[in-house]
C-alpha cells in the first residue's frame, strides 16, 4: 500500500508540475479491525467546503492546495473524529496515513457501520469494481435484506445462477454441480452426498456468512476443474466492540400445518441417530419398522452469536467471534410417483412424503493481529444437517407395477412406504495467514476436512391389492409383494470423507506497475464407501396384512426362526447378498453388498502478473500447471461377473489464462477473460454402485474416468453511475470437449448413468444485470431500491449414435440436443423499501427468480428427455428493527406456490410425468408457502 501511495503521489506531482500548488495523500485505517482499510471516510479541510472521501482501499487524495498549514479532519460514523495539522510545500506531496478507532458513545452506530463497510452491497460493489477478474459477491447485509438464509440461497440471487426446487443443485449458466467448485476461505471443502461433487449450499446458514462470491472467469489461483466457476464462502469474523447477540424464532409450512406428521423410529429431535456403533443385523432384530409420530409441525430456530477482542502491547489483538444455532422445518408433498423406461414400470398417481429436516450449525473463529503486517487466523465449523422421510405411495389403491400383480388382470393396488433417514455430520477446520514486508506479501491457509454422510435403515415395504385395505369388506386384506427378497428390506450406507488442503501466494510488487503471484495449491481426499441391505423374504405367499398402519406386528422376532427350522413355520426369513465366510446367507449378518474407495491428488503451481501500463489498462495473464491423479476401486455385487475393478487416470494439466481490464472512466470497465480448464469426473460418477430410490435409479460408470477440455471466454461492460447502483452486460461462451451428461438407459430398467455423449457441447449467452436507488432520502441513502438480473443462453452438444461401455450402452436417435441442466433464460429480481420513521427504521422487500425448462437427464434410444419444467418463486421479507437492538422479522416465502414437475418426453404415451434422481421421490406438487416470525435481541 505504500508503494501504491508512492505511485498516486508521482501522478499527482506530475500534475501539478510547473506549478505552485501541493497534494495531501494518505490512507485511512480501521484500527479496531486489525488495520484493515476504512472505505467512505470523510475527508475536510476544516473551515472550507473543500473535502473528498476514502476510496475502497482506505485511499483519499486532496490537489491543487495552495502552500500553506491545513487542519485535515478525519471522521466517520461510530468513529472517533480526528483533525490532524499538515504542511503543504509547492510541488510536493504530504502523506498522512490515519487510524480510527470507534466511540465509545456510539457503541451501536459503531457496529452497524463497521458491519456495512465489510458486508454491505456498496462495498461489494466496489471490489467488483477493482477486481483483477470477473467476480461478483452477496454479502450479508443484503442477504438479510432479501430474506436470504443460506448460502443455496444467496448464489441463486447473483445473475446466471439458479437452483433446482426440491433439491441443493445449484446452476451457474446452466452448468451443475460436476463444473462447480466450492470453497471456505479459499480452501475447498468437502461434499456432503454420496450423488454431489460439492457440499450442500444449503448447510451455509447466514449467521457464519461474511459474503459469498461466484468467480465465472477462470483464473491461475483457481483448481483446474473449473468451467461454471467457483463459489467461495467468506466466513465471519469478529469486528468492533465486544457484542452477544440472540435470535428465536418460529413458523410454519402451509402444506404441513394441518398434517399427522411421522419420522422415522430412532432418530431424534435435533436429527441424531443414535445406532451406528450397532450391527445393522442387531439393529432390525431389535427395533421396529413402523414411523412414529411427532408434536405439532411448527418450525423452529434460535442461536446465539458473539464477539470479543483483547489488545495487547504493540497493538497486537486478539479476536473471537462464535455462533451456534440450530432450524428445524416441515415439510408435507403430495403428488405423483413415476417410473417410465421403455414402458410405465411404476405409477402412483397418488403419493404423500413427510420431512422433518434439521441443521445444527457451530462455528469459531480466533483472530490474531501479531501488528499491522502480521495476521493468524483460525476458523472451525461444525455442521449437522438431517433429513427424515416417510413417504406413502399409492395411498389411493390405485398404484402400479407391471411386475407386481399376482393376476394379470388386475392392474390396481401396488403401494410402497418407504422410510429413511439421511445425515451428515461435516467438521472444517482452518488456518490461515497474512504477512507483509515491504514489497513481499504472503497469504497461506492449511485446511483438513471431515465428513460422515450416513442413510442408517432405510426401512421400505412393497404391497400389492393395497385397495383392499380401503374398502368396507372385513374378509379380504392385501398381500406383501414378494418377487425377490428385497422387495421387502432394510437398507444402512455410510460414506466417509478425509481431506487435507493448502494454498500459498506470494505477491512481489516489482515496480508500480508489475505485481507478480506465485503460488502453490493442492489437495488431497479420500472417500470410502459401504452399503448393505437385508431383505425380507416373505414364505407364507398367503399372509394377510390386517393393518397396514402396524407392520412392527409382522416383522418382529416372532414371526422369524433364527434356527432355520422350517417346522417352527416362520412367517419370513432375512436375507443378505454378501454372507461372512463362515455365516449362511440367511439369518444372519452379512459384509456389505457394495463398497468403493476413491483416492484424489492434486498438486498445481501457478504464476501470474497484475501489469497496469496506465491508468486505464490492466493485463493479467496467468499459467497454471497442475498434476491431476485420480483412483476409484470398487467392488459391486450387483454388476455380477463384473463386480470387482479399478480405474485410474494421471495427468499434468498446462493451463493458461488472461484477464484484461481497461477503463473508460472512472466509473465504467471494459473486461475480458479467455482460458483453457479442464473438467473431471467425480468418484460417484466413476464408481459404478446404483442407489436405487422408489420409482428412480441412478448410478456411475468406470468409462467416464479421464478428464474433458474446456475453452473459457467473457467479454463484460460494467457501469457503476453510484456507489450503489450498477448495470452491466456480458457474454460469454464455452466449448467443453468430451462432455459429460446424466443419461437415462433406453432399456426396462431405467437406470441413470453417467456417460461422455459426444465430440463437444458449446454454450452462448448474455447477462444483463441492473440495481438503482429510485427514492433517496437527504444523506443520499436509498428507500426505494429495484435490482434485476437476466441470462440467455444458448446451447449445443454432439451427440454419438452409440455409446459402447463395459457397463452401459446408450444409443441416441438424434445428433444434438441441448446441454444438461441449462435453462434458456433465468431472471433473479428484488424491490427494497426502506422508509424511517425517527428511530424506526424497517425494510420491506420482494424477490422473484425464474428459471425455463431445462433438461434433468438425457434420454437415449428413441424416448425424449426428462425435463424439469420451468419455476417461479416470490418471497416477501419484513425487517423490523424497533430499537437499535432489537428485531422482529417477518417472512413469506414461495408465495407463488408453484407446481414442481418432471416430464419423459416424446414416450408413446406422449409427454408422462415423471420422478426424478436429482429430486424429491414425487413430481406434480406444490411445497406450500413458508411463513415465520424472527425475534433478534442483541446485548
Known amino acids: 500500500m505504500k508503494q501504491l501511495t508512492l505511485f498516486f503521489a508521482l501522478l499527482l506531482t506530475a500534475v501539478v508540475f510547473g506549478q505552485d500548488t501541493g497534494s495531501i495523500v494518505g490512507k485511512i485505517t480501521d484500527k479496531d479491525f486489525n488495520d484493515e482499510p476504512l472505505p467512505f471516510a470523510n475527508v475536510l479541510i476544516k473551515g472550507t467546503t473543500k473535502g473528498t472521501s476514502s476510496d475502497i482501499d482506505g485511499l483519499f487524495a486532496l490537489e491543487n492546495l495552495e502552500p500553506g498549514s491545513y487542519d485535515i479532519e478525519f471522521s466517520f460514523v461510530g468513529y472517533e473524529t480526528q483533525v490532524i495539522t499538515a504542511t503543504v510545500v509547492a510541488n510536493k506531496v504530504t502523506e498522512i496515513n490515519i487510524p480510527m478507532g470507534t466511540s465509545s458513545a456510539s457503541l451501536d452506530e459503531v457496529l452497524i457501520q463497521t458491519t456495512v463497510s465489510r458486508e454491505s452491497e456498496t462495498a461489494l460493489l466496489l471490489e467488483q469494481k477493482k477486481a483483477v477478474e470477473i467476480k461478483q459477491s452477496i454479502g450479508a447485509d443484503e442477504l438479510s435484506r432479501k430474506g436470504v438464509s443460506d448460502a443455496a440461497g444467496a448464489v441463486a440471487k447473483i445473475s446466471g445462477v439458479s437452483k433446482q426446487e426440491g433439491s441443493s443443485n445449484v446452476y ?82 402451509t402444506n404441513a400445518i394441518d398434517k399427522n406428521f411421522v419420522r422415522s423410529e430412532g432418530t431424534g429431535y435435533f436429527g441424531y441417530y443414535g445406532r451406528y456403533d450397532h450391527n445393522p443385523f442387531a439393529v432390525i432384530l431389535s427395533h421396529g419398522v413402523d414411523p412414529v409420530s411427532v408434536n405439532t409441525p411448527i418450525n423452529l430456530n434460535y442461536g446465539v452469536s458473539g464477539g470479543t477482542s483483547y489488545t495487547f502491547k504493540n497493538d497486537s489483538k486478539l479476536s473471537f467471534f462464535g455462533t451456534a444455532s440450530f432450524e428445524n422445518s416441515y415439510e ?196 470410502n464407501f459401504d452399503n448393505i441391505r437385508y431383505g425380507f423374504d416373505i414364505l407364507d405367499n398367503n399372509y394377510d396384512i390386517e393393518d397396514v398402519s402396524n407392520l412392527n406386528a409382522v416383522f418382529n422376532l416372532s414371526n422369524v426362526d433364527l434356527t432355520n427350522n422350517p417346522a417352527n413355520n416362520p412367517l419370513y426369513q432375512i436375507k443378505v447378498l454378501n454372507n461372512y465366510p463362515t455365516l449362511s446367507t440367511t439369518n444372519r449378518p452379512g459384509l456389505p453388498e457394495n463398497t468403493y ?27 497454471r500447471v497442475e498434476s491431476f491423479s485420480q483412483m476409484v476401486n470398487y467392488n459391486v455385487t450387483t454388476l455380477g461377473t463384473g463386480a470387482l475393478g479399478a480405474v485410474e487416470s494421471k495427468e499434468t494439466f498446462f493451463l493458461p489464462s488472461l484477464n484484461i481490464k481497461y477503463s473508460l472512466t472512472d466509473d465504467m470497465n471494459l473486461r475480458f477473460s479467455g482460458s483453457k480448464t479442464v473438467s473431471t469426473p467425480e468418484f460417484k460418477e466413476v464408481a459404478p454402485f ?70 463437444k457441447a458449446t454454450i452462448y449467452g448474455i447477462e444483463l444485470e441492473a440495481r ?38 446408450f444409443n441416441f436417435d438424434r445428433d444434438t440436443d441441448e446441454l444438461q441442466g441449462a435453462s434458456p433464460l433465468l431472471i433473479n429480481a428484488d424491490l427494497s423499501f426502506t422508509p424511517q420513521f425517527e428511530n424506526y427504521k424497517p425494510t420491506a422487500g420482494l424477490v422473484f427468480s425464474y428459471f425455463s425448462d431445462r433438461i434433468d437427464a438425457l434420454g437415449s434410444g428413441t424416448l425424449g428427455n426428462i425435463v424439469e419444467q420451468s419455476v417461479s418463486t416470490l418471497d416477501f421479507v419484513l425487517k423490523n428493527k424497533i430499537k437499535s437492538n432489537f428485531e422482529i422479522n417477518f417472512s413469506a416465502k414461495n408465495l407463488l406456490n408453484p407446481k414442481i414437475r418432471y416430464v419423459r418426453e416424446n414416450t408413446p404415451l406422449g409427454d408422462v410425468l415423471v420422478t426424478s434422481a436429482n429430486g424429491e421421490s414425487v413430481t406434480d406438487y406444490q411445497r406450500g408457502i413458508n411463513l415465520s416470525l424472527q425475534l433478534k435481541y442483541k446485548f
Open 172 to 253: 451457474v449458466r446452466g452448468l451443475g454441480d460436476r463444473y462447480l467448485n466450492t470453497t471456505l476461505n479459499g480452501l475447498s471443502l468437502p461434499s456432503n452426498d454420496v450423488n454431489k461433487k460439492n457440499i450442500d449450499l444449503n448447510l451455509f446458514s447466514s449467521d457464519i456468512i461474511q459474503n459469498v462470491s461466484i468467480s465465472k472467469a477462470y483464473a491461475s489461483q483457481f483448481y483446474g476443474d473449473f468451467a461454471a466457476g467457483n463459489v467461495d464462502i467468506s466466513s465471519k469474523e469478529h469486528t468492533g466492540k465486544s457484542y452477544i447477540e440472540a435470535f428465536s424464532g418460529s413458523g410454519f409450512n
Open 332 to 527: 408435507y408433498r403430495k403428488g405423483k410417483a413415476v417410473d417410465f423406461s421403455t414402458i410405465i414400470k411404476k405409477r402412483f398417481d397418488e403419493s404423500e412424503e413427510f420431512e422433518y429436516s434439521t441443521t445444527t450449525t457451530a462455528m469459531g473463529n480466533l483472530t490474531y493481529k501479531i501488528n499491522s503486517d502480521n495476521k493468524l487466523q483460525f476458523n472451525s465449523i461444525f455442521i449437522n444437517n438431517s433429513s427424515d422421510e416417510v413417504g406413502y405411495f399409492g395411498i389411493d389403491g390405485n398404484g402400479f407395477n407391471r411386475d407386481s400383480q399376482s393376476n394379470v388382470n388386475d392392474d390396481i393396488g401396488f403401494y410402497q412406504q418407504n422410510t429413511q433417514f439421511d445425515q451428515t455430520k461435516i467438521y472444517v477446520n482452518q488456518i490461515l495467514g497474512n504477512h507483509k514486508s515491504g514489497k513481499l506479501e504472503i497469504d497461506w491457509g492449511f485446511g483438513y476436512n471431515k465428513v460422515f454422510s450416513r442413510q442408517p435403515d432405510r426401512k421400505r415395504f412393497s404391497i400389492e391389492n393395497y385397495q383392499l385395505a380401503l374398502d368396507s369388506d372385513p374378509t379380504t386384506f392385501p398381500a406383501f409383494y414378494s418377487n425377490v427378497p428385497f422387495d421387502n428390506q432394510r437398507y444402512f450406507q455410510n460414506i466417509e470423507d478425509d481431506e487435507y488442503n493448502g494454498r500459498i501466494n506470494l505477491a512481489i510488487e516489482a515496480s508500480e506497475k508489475v505485481k507478480f503471484n506465485i503460488g502453490y495449491n493442492g489437495r488431497t481426499k479420500k472417500r
Open 597 to 623: 474407495s476413491g483416492v484424489l491428488d492434486i498438486y498445481a503451481g501457478y504464476l501470474d502478473a497484475q501489469i497496469k501500463p496506465s491508468d486505464k489498462w490492466l493485463f493479467v495473464p496467468g499459467a
Open 690 to 759: 446404483v442407489y436405487e430410490d422408489v420409482t428412480t435409479s441412478i448410478g456411475g460408470n468406470p468409462d467416464v474416468i479421464g478428464f474433458s477440455k474446456i475453452l473459457n471466454l467473457d467479454l463484460k461492460y460494467e457501469w457503476f453511475f453510484s456507489r450503489s447502483e450498477l448495470f452491466s452486460v456480458s457474454v460469454f461462451n464455452k466449448v467443453i470437449n468430451d462432455p459429460i451428461n446424466l443419461v437415462v438407459a433406453n432399456d426396462a430398467t431405467g437406470t441413470q448413468r453417467f456417460a461422455r455423449t459426444g465430440d
Open 772 to 809: 438503482k436507488n429510485i427514492l433517496s432520502n437527504e444523506n443520499d441513502d436509498s428507500i426505494l431500491t429495484a435490482g434485476a438480473n437476466i441470462t440467455y443462453m444458448k446451447t449445443e452438444q454432439d451427440l454419438y449414435a452409440q455409446i459402447p461401455g463395459s457397463i452401459s450402452s
